[in-house]
């Protein structure tokens, strides 16, 4: 439907394309939330730097990885310095609170509307910030959860127990080997629910979100509805940024709002019922209070 040749970015002054979309906030009352890497980058779970040489430096010196991203990717000597790297991971990415109270920002500027959110992230802030569960869909998985790495079954297990106890009990970058996580099911090694491949798990909960979030667009269809686009970039566009598109095309009472630093752009068709912002999102929603 759109092409990538179409695409602009607003010329519209910052303080204008503001009060544009104070004017849209107050004249709505349904708001769709799509949220992406941006936004806990903006909260402040940055995988560099100073946070990343803070938890990750015995580890950068043995393997030469400066963040905690590639980290992810590393193929470590033993499955004991593997589970030691992602049990600090998971703990200061998803157990830890973001340093910056930007998920409190946006739940401020959304509470009063009849809001769903659906995320690619899957570091949890959105429930730490008091985001309604029942409201939200996060399609790409949860550090939170582990899954069979076969896998044996669609079910999914809780981590933080044990994450903890990995974390308390590691030493020389390396876990117990009685704290290998495997599958209580048929005895193979655990792994991150995380969406990489095929063998992703998509358990009951997952299917109850996708549902309830495809049942809140139906009933909304054709309302004043705003499609909020938060951080989104184009590893995953099919998920959130090009259904966005699509939507506020085929609606003319839907505004389309893109918060990104350096990717707010909007397609040319949708131009006139588009906001894109280019800026840190913690700001712009600041801003906006």
Not at 79 to 99: C, G, K, L
Not at 196 to 218: I, P, T
Request: with cysteine.
């Amino acid at each position: 439907m759109f092409s990538r040749t179409s695409i602009t970015k607003s010329t519209e002054n910052y303080l204008t394309q503001i009060e544009k979309f104070k004017s849209v906030i107050d004249h709505t009352d349904v708001v769709v939330t799509g949220a992406g890497a941006g936004l806990s980058t903006s909260a402040g779970f940055v995988y560099s730097g100073q946070r990343f040489r803070k938890n990750f430096s015995d580890f950068e010196d043995k393997y030469g990885f400066h963040d905690m991203y590639s980290g992810a990717f590393c193929r470590y000597d033993t499955s004991e310095e593997h589970w030691a790297y992602w049990s600090r991971f998971i703990t200061v990415n998803r157990y830890m609170d973001p340093p910056k109270p930007v998920y409190k920002q946006l739940l401020e500027l959304i509470k009063d509307k009849d809001y769903f959110v659906i995320t690619t992230n899957v570091d949890h802030c959105f429930q730490k910030a008091g985001i309604d569960k029942k409201r939200l869909f996060y399609t790409q998985g949860d550090y939170g959860l582990f899954q069979c790495s076969e896998p044996c079954c669609q079910e999914t297990f809780e981590n933080e127990n044990i994450i903890r106890q990995m974390v308390e009990q590691q030493a020389d970058m390396r876990i117990p080997s009685e704290l290998l996580p495997v599958c209580p099911h048929c005895g193979k090694p655990m792994t991150m629910n995380l969406r990489s491949d095929n063998r992703f798990v998509e358990d009951e909960g997952w299917y109850r979100a996708a549902e309830r979030y495809a049942n809140f667009l139906r009933s909304k269809a054709n309302m004043r509805i705003l499609f909020l686009e938060l951080g989104v970039g184009y590893n995953t566009p099919g998920i959130i940024k090009y259904p966005f598109w699509q939507m506020t095309a085929q609606n003319p009472k839907a505004t389309y709002a893109c918060i990104n630093y350096g990717e707010a752009v909007c397609p040319k068709e949708i131009e006139e019922q588009s906001i894109c912002i280019d800026g840190d999102i913690g700001k712009v929603l600041e801003d906006l209070r």
